[in-house]
């Protein structure tokens, strides 16, 4: 199953549907596109003994083929999958089709920008949940540095990867330590978490999570149209 498989979702939070989630589930080790991503995955959870806390990369975006990278600052519930032992779980995906409202307000964003989500790939500086069972917690400078060769794991499998997206301040600090640790070649484009209390709080944060998205997607465009 290629990344093409899954047709372009039409509305936010398509993976509340258990028919969309199952099909999403079944090709998170089976899509061609996906499935490096995903073994890494699998072998964290075991390397870490962190279960399902760790989610899956969602077969429906780019996958390894992906040159824009969004990150955000850790997983929350509604990523996580059941097997995580907290109260309340979600997809088990990183996904803008999940069913939260941060993922509704990405999902909208790329929609307005014109941004493919087949053409990039959304993830997190620290790729486990942190925090209890009944509470997420903030990521500290221990969890980022202990994150940081992971990521790195990760961004070695994106070998078209142009550009990278930390979406908030704690992804922002995350990603400017893993740049100074590790110095890859990408362009960084840092813009606000698209949370729904920052943008409720921070009215030119929507317009330029915008303008961000816009040029990510000029800059995919531009890229993919070179022959070169």
């Given at each position: 199953?290629?990344?093409?498989?899954?047709?372009?979702?039409?509305?936010?939070?398509?993976l509340?549907?258990?028919v969309?989630l199952?099909?999403?589930?079944?090709?998170?080790?089976?899509?061609?596109?996906?499935?490096?991503?995903?073994?890494?995955?699998?072998?964290?959870r075991?390397r870490?003994?962190?279960?399902?806390?760790?989610?899956?990369f969602?077969p429906?975006?780019?996958?390894?083929?992906?040159r824009?990278?969004?990150?955000l600052?850790?997983?929350g519930?509604?990523?996580v999958?059941s097997?995580?032992?907290l109260?309340?779980?979600?997809?088990?995906?990183i996904?803008?089709d999940?069913?939260?409202?941060?993922?509704?307000?990405c999902?909208?964003?790329?929609?307005?920008?014109?941004?493919?989500?087949?053409?990039?790939?959304h993830?997190?500086?620290v790729?486990?949940?942190?925090?209890?069972?009944?509470?997420?917690?903030?990521?500290?400078?221990?969890d980022?540095?202990?994150?940081?060769?992971?990521?790195?794991e990760v961004?070695?499998?994106l070998p078209?990867?142009?550009?990278?997206?930390?979406?908030?301040?704690s992804?922002?600090?995350?990603?400017a330590?893993?740049?100074?640790?590790?110095?890859?070649?990408v362009?960084?484009?840092a813009?606000?978490?698209?949370?729904?209390?920052?943008?409720?709080?921070?009215?030119?944060?929507?317009?330029e999570?915008?303008?961000?998205?816009?040029e990510?997607?000029?800059?995919t465009?531009?890229?993919?149209a070179d022959?070169?």
């Open positions: 199953m290629s990344v093409k498989s899954f047709a372009p979702t039409t509305a936010p939070r398509s509340r549907d258990p969309f199952t099909a999403r589930l079944k090709a998170v080790r089976t899509g061609p596109s996906v499935r490096p991503l995903n073994d890494w995955v699998a072998d964290l075991e870490l003994d962190q279960g399902e806390s760790v989610p899956w969602d429906a975006s780019g996958g390894v083929e992906a824009s990278l969004f990150l600052e850790a997983p519930r509604k990523a999958g097997g995580a032992g109260r309340r779980t979600g997809s088990g995906i996904s803008v999940n069913n939260d409202p941060t993922a509704q307000n999902w909208l964003l790329r929609r307005e920008a014109g941004l493919a989500y087949e053409h990039s790939l993830w997190n500086i790729p486990w949940y942190l925090g209890t069972a009944d509470r997420i917690a903030a990521a500290g400078r221990t980022v540095q202990l994150a940081a060769p992971f990521l790195h961004i070695s499998l078209k990867l142009e550009v990278v997206v930390p979406m908030g301040r992804a922002q600090a995350g990603w330590a893993y740049v100074a640790r590790y110095a890859p070649a362009r960084t484009l813009t606000w978490h698209p949370s729904p209390r920052g943008l409720a709080s921070r009215p030119a944060a929507r317009p999570i915008l303008r961000t998205m816009r990510v997607a000029r800059l465009v531009r890229e993919d022959p070169s």
